[in-house]
Every structure is written in C-alpha cells, then in structure tokens.
C-alpha cells in the first residue's frame, strides 16, 4: 500500500456511492429502538432539538405505518446529503400515493387514516410518497440548518 503525501488532498468523488448513517430491516419489535437509534444519528449529523424530535416522530409514524400497512416488515436507509438528512423507508404493503396524505388534519373520532403520514408531512421539510415495484417508499427530509431542501 502506497500513501501519496505530494499535492492538495482530493475531494469525496460526488459519484462514488455514500454509506448510510443507518441502514436496517424493522418489525414491530424493533419500532422502540429504531426510534432511539434514529435520534442518535440525526444528532451525529448536526440535526439540533427541536428538529431532531420532530424528525425522530415523524421516522417513527412511517415506520409504523409501513410494519401495519405494508406486510409486517419494512426497510429503513437513514443519509446524509447536501445537508439534508434523508431517510427512506420502504415495505412490502399493496402501497399507496401522496394522496394518502389528507389536506388537512384527520379527526380523530371520524376514523379516517393517514394521520401519520399526516403528520410526519407537518413536522419535515419534506415528504415524498411514491409506489415502488411492490409497496411503497416513503423519504422523509430534513435540511440540517433548518431550511427546506429542494
């Protein structure tokens, strides 16, 4: 192995591929620490309070939603990138849209779904829903200096 000490230092190749912050496979059981270790690498990233909690909650819905919608299971990939913080979380479900998201908040008395996700576009910057080959993915974003992502 060779150690070039001549010339500037080069810079990450924007190409090459990125390693997670986190990258795991959740059930039920695994919500309560899935919670915790999301908490633990949005504040590694620079994520500051109150925005981290709310990141932290609105991962959780998702997540939730994804373990009883989408098949019992789900996958999470937590990253950073151009100072956002995305996470991804993808299930196995009959998946769904952005429409799943209501316009306005659901009551509570009225059973109507999709307050999680309701929620969890309220407390991030943003919230992408789109199908994937089966069940769905859900990215949730949050700019780390506390302004929205593109």
Do not use: Y
Request: charged share 25%; glycine share 14%; aromatic share 2%.
């Amino acid at each position: 192995m060779s150690v070039r000490t001549d010339g500037p230092p080069r810079e990450p190749d924007p190409q090459a591929p990125r390693k997670p912050l986190l990258e795991l496979s959740f059930g039920v059981e695994d919500l309560p620490g899935l919670r915790l270790r999301v908490g633990e690498c949005a504040a590694e990233a620079g994520l500051p309070e109150p925005r981290r909690s709310d990141f932290v909650l609105a991962v959780h819905e998702v997540a939730c939603n994804a373990v009883e919608h989408g098949g019992g299971r789900g996958h999470l990939v937590l990253e950073r990138a151009d100072g956002t913080l995305h996470c991804r979380v993808t299930d196995e479900g009959p998946g769904c849209t952005a429409d799943a998201v209501p316009a306005d908040a659901p009551g509570e008395l009225t059973g109507e779904s999709g307050r999680g996700l309701w929620l969890s576009r309220q407390l991030t910057d943003r919230l992408d829903i789109v199908p994937g080959a089966v069940g769905v993915v859900v990215t949730l974003m949050m700019g780390l200096s506390g302004g929205a992502p593109d």
